[in-house]
């Protein structure tokens, strides 16, 4: 019986798609098979390494992807050369403005990343047909939109030691999350400098307050960058 309705759910949906584990909670997830079909034509699914850019701030936007695995990072570049890391992206996030004719942002891969990528145009036409695509990407930008103001909270109130807890739980409640699981366990997506961009710390700051979450037996680091969190609800208390 399983099978039979595995078989009935995926009716007219392409082979790639089926396998894909980010279409039902992204934006694919709001296509009809004929949509999905449609769409599947302009797709290419790619692999980058970390560390590779995947489009510049200014640049203009030609194409999107839907990201399958592993972390994006976003940053914005001063004049003088700093940097701020502004946001990360994670499966299934959209990555790329949508009706923007450039990217504001630099969008670089923190970790090997695998992308599904299909081009301006195609995505756009979706969207002025409007209906349950439109609403699936506008309900994305209000989460990020959220998300961004409790950064901001977290940036500007909290303690140094709050930060470093709230980075990591960012990251266990989105690097591949398991519903209702009290554990997480992935290798940290950014350097020790990147992270003190993200939180506006310094890098013997982040180290030190790592170092002390270790101490206290609320993170194993192995291997300077895979951390085991045993029990989530005690990593969210030192969240603030």
């Given at each position: ?46 692999r980058r390494e970390a560390g590779q850019e995947l489009i510049a701030d200014a640049m203009p ?84 939109l959220d998300e961004a103001r409790d950064w901001m909270v977290t940036l500007g109130r909290k ?82």
């Amino acid at each position: 019986m399983q099978t039979v309705r595995n078989d009935i759910h995926n009716s007219g949906i392409p082979v790639l798609c089926q396998s894909c584990e980010a279409r039902h909670q992204g934006i694919c997830g709001a296509l009809t098979p004929e949509q999905l079909t449609a769409l599947s034509k302009h797709t290419r699914r790619v692999r980058r390494e970390a560390g590779q850019e995947l489009i510049a701030d200014a640049m203009p936007i030609t194409s999107y992807a839907n990201v399958l695995r592993g972390v994006v990072k976003l940053t914005k570049v001063l004049e003088d050369g700093r940097q701020q890391v502004v946001g990360l992206q994670f499966a299934p996030d959209l990555l790329g403005r949508p009706m923007a004719s450039e990217s504001r942002v630099t969008a670089e891969t923190a970790s090997d990343v695998e992308l599904c990528m299909f081009p301006k145009p195609a995505l756009e036409a979706l969207m002025r047909d409007g209906g349950p695509v439109e609403h699936r990407i506008m309900m994305q930008a209000l989460r990020e939109l959220d998300e961004a103001r409790d950064w901001m909270v977290t940036l500007g109130r909290k303690t140094a030691a709050e930060k470093v807890a709230s980075f990591l739980y960012l990251l266990a409640t989105h690097i591949d999350p398991t519903e209702n699981s009290a554990v997480a366990a992935f290798d940290l997506p950014l350097s020790r400098a990147d992270i003190a961009d993200f939180l506006g710390l310094t890098i013997e700051t982040v180290s030190r307050q790592l170092t002390k979450l270790k101490a206290d037996k609320v993170i194993e680091i192995a291997n300077y960058r895979h951390v085991n969190i045993n029990d989530l609800a005690q990593l969210r208390v030192r969240c603030g």
